[in-house]
């Protein structure tokens, strides 16, 4: 894996030498909009069918949050999607259709990083997914799965006629709340504790990730989803990494003082949310487990890819026993 300097490809592992022992997630750096609800001073495209493309990895939890909300928000004949190989080596993210990648119909670029220099030849920082890529500017527009749910959840209802609302304005303050543990100390808590160089950096992050995960665990005790009766993007962003957890996190990222299997709660809640109709087809354990197991060398060196655990995500779930709405729809 490595980053563009000046439009210059790097083969290089993050530096974590630089802060200590700790895995620092640089910020995404392309962040326009689609749609009228941008938010201030950020600049906005026009939401057209058939304009915009999706790149995105099938292994990747933040590019998965996506992959969930187009399909949820009914988008797929309006917005195409590519995905990259799994394997992610050398030359960064790649389209090559012989090691699993759906190949890039719309750009024909061999390596995920093209498309930043396509967009800005000096590009300089990582090359992550997912992207949204607009075909009528030849550019990316937005490179941060955060602003890509939202933008999913609302610019485009006039053509698909989809009202379900992912974030309703009056759980918003509940929803941002719940986002930011849930970020800091599970989404990314996974990536800070797994790629920690020092044996206390990895234990701080570690815990603070299991003691997040107990907070989840007593909150959905008590109520459905996390902010309440509703089915919000807080869900969709939990549960792209309590699928990944007891497959890979659990074993490659050391997060391992528990499995999602032994919380009652999380453990039920994630079935659930599996069997939401259309959740399931976005999940793909192999390119997960082999992503992560064969791309990280400096974790796994061999690359030899386990054969467990097993998971049986349609068990059935218990979480009927909580009151649930389902999503909530805009009103016209
Ligand atoms: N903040 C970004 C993070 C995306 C991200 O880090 N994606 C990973 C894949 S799981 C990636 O592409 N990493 C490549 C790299 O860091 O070089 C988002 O949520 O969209």
Redesign the pocket.
Known sequence: ???LVNGEWHDQW?DTKKHGGEFV????QLRDWVGADAPDGVLSHPAEADRYHLYV?L?????HRILIMRKLKGLESLMGVSHVSPL?LGQ??TYDEDEGSSGDPVNGVTYHRELYTLTDPHYTG?????VLWDKKRCAIVN????D?LRILNGAFDELTGNRLDFYPQDLREEIDAVNADVYDHINNGVYKSGFATEQSVYEKHVHALFESLERMEKRLSQQRYLAGEWLTEADIRLFTTLVRFDAVYHGHFKCNLKRIEDFPNLANYLRELYQWPGVAETVNMDHIQHHYYYSHDTINPTRIVPAGPLLNFNRPHDRERLPGQGVRHKSK
């Not at 997630?25 to 995404?28: F, K, N």
């Not at 490179?143 to 955060?146: G, M, P």
């Open positions: 894996m490595g980053l993050y997630r640089e910020s995404a990895s292994a990747c939890p933040w590019a992610m960064g993210w990582r090359v992550t997914v997912p490179n941060e799965s955060a890509l």
